[in-house]
């Protein structure tokens, strides 16, 4: 059974400092890894998909890698903003079945 | 890109009383939707696998008496929660796979909160 953990459960800085988030994942047979971003109360906010193919995928600030073999994926997210503040998931599945972390709560303080 | 809404976004019921939530796909059609449920402070765990014109596949420990899921168009999955009780209240969210190529990247419906008195 595919386990995922996402290591600090929280994580708080001051605004400007660079975020870096970590992924684990036992089962290294996976199709693609999601992040996300949700809000307290509200749904999830697809941030990057990095296909099992691929070593990394950018937008904007963020920037996430996979290393598939080791099992790991990084998020970094740059010059972090108080908007920032928010939990991050990350998502591994085999093909359509989404397995997730406990996520990474971030707080950006100003 | 790919959206996907849910109905209600909260709802407040009585215990032993029924639920539907909606999920739908709004620019897309969806053959398989997922369910989920967080609890407060914790990660997202999937209910079920909802599949247009046949029967839901049920994670192992989910009651498929009591969670009921029907897929009966391409664009919309129900989830009735039957003699719901208050351990029942909880978040639910809906998502659907994007065929965008060979992706299949996950749109999630913005969830709805359940609450059982």
């Known amino acids: 059974k595919q386990e995922v953990t996402q290591i600090p459960a929280a994580l708080s800085v001051p605004e400007g400092e660079n975020l870096v988030l970590n992924c684990s994942f036992t089962?290294?047979?996976?199709?693609?890894l999601q992040w996300f971003r949700q809000d307290p109360g509200k749904g999830l906010t697809s941030l990057l998909l990095i296909q099992s193919s691929q070593r990394e995928q950018t937008s904007g600030r963020l920037n996430a890698s996979l290393d598939k073999s080791s099992g790991r994926s990084t998020l970094y997210i740059a010059a972090s903003q108080p908007g920032d503040s928010a939990t991050y998931l990350c998502a591994v599945t085999p093909r359509d079945k989404l397995s997730f972390g406990a996520g990474t709560t971030v707080t950006v303080r100003a | 890109g790919a959206v996907v809404s849910q109905h209600p976004s909260w709802v407040i019921c009585k215990s032993g009383t029924s639920v539907k939530i909606e999920c739908r796909s709004l620019?897309?059609?969806?053959?398989?939707m997922f369910w989920y449920r967080q609890f407060p402070k914790q990660s997202l765990m999937l209910m079920a696998t909802s599949n247009e014109g046949s029967k839901a596949t049920y994670e192992q420990g989910v009651e498929k008496d009591k969670f009921l899921i029907n897929h009966a168009s391409l664009t919309l999955s129900t989830l009735t929660v039957t003699s719901a009780h208050p351990e029942d209240s909880s978040f639910y969210i809906c998502?659907?796979?994007?065929?965008?190529?060979?992706?299949?990247?996950?749109?999630f419906g913005p969830g709805t909160r359940l609450t059982v008195t």
């Open positions: 620019d897309f059609q969806a053959t398989t």
């Open positions: 998502s659907a796979p994007g065929n965008s190529g060979s992706s299949y990247e996950q749109y």
């Open positions: 089962d290294s047979a996976i199709y693609n």
